[in-house]
């Protein structure tokens, strides 16, 4: 079997409340190849965004392991696993997430910033980002200026921006309208067809139909995945 570029082996997430423990996720097993493109699916409360969490190396599992390529990095110190996520993954997120005193390029600029590398080369290539996604006349504009759909392409571009083995997404279409969010899953797919592997949670099935295999949550476990 080749080796997985990140897996799950029986991750189970606890959150402690005071006294209290809420079960997150309860011994999931999962493979992500290179070049999948997985949706999660399930209502609110199933999981889905802590699996995103521990998929991307945001959160730790209470138990079991994270291999990434063949790597047991469940118990990396911060520093390491901060440098492992910055170069490694791209997020998106449903609120954009964008600085709003930075421009477009600036935010997509920010994690080459913490990269070390050089301010003509970022300029370069958050530019180039822009462009490719439609936003070569959005250069120099904040957020407070751009549509949602313009958001969400910034943060899909300040994502992509590292050239990322994984690219992750929790409910990108969630604030958007139907014309805009099918805009932004067509790009979504378009990246896969690329190669890119990504791992995609949403409540939509029109946008988990993008995906090229489903893997439903219910209370932590994951009940089953449709091809």
Known sequence: MSTALVELQGVTKIYRLGEVEVPALREVDLRVEPGDFLALMGPSGSGKSTLLHILGL????????VLWEGEDVTRLNGGRLAELRGRRIGFVFQMFNLVPNLTA???VELPLVFLGVSLRERRKRAEEALVRLGLGERLHHRPSQLSGGQQQRVA???ALITDPAL??????????????GREILTIFSAL???GRTIVLATHDPEAAEVAKARIRLRDGRIMGGTP
């Open 58 to 65: 945001l959160d730790r599992p209470s138990a079991g392991k």
């Open 156 to 158: 899909l571009a300040r």
């Open 167 to 180: 690219l992750i997404a929790d409910e990108p279409t969630g604030n958007l309208d139907t014309t805009t």
């Open 105 to 107: 390029l600036e935010n």
């Open 192 to 194: 896969n067809k690329q």
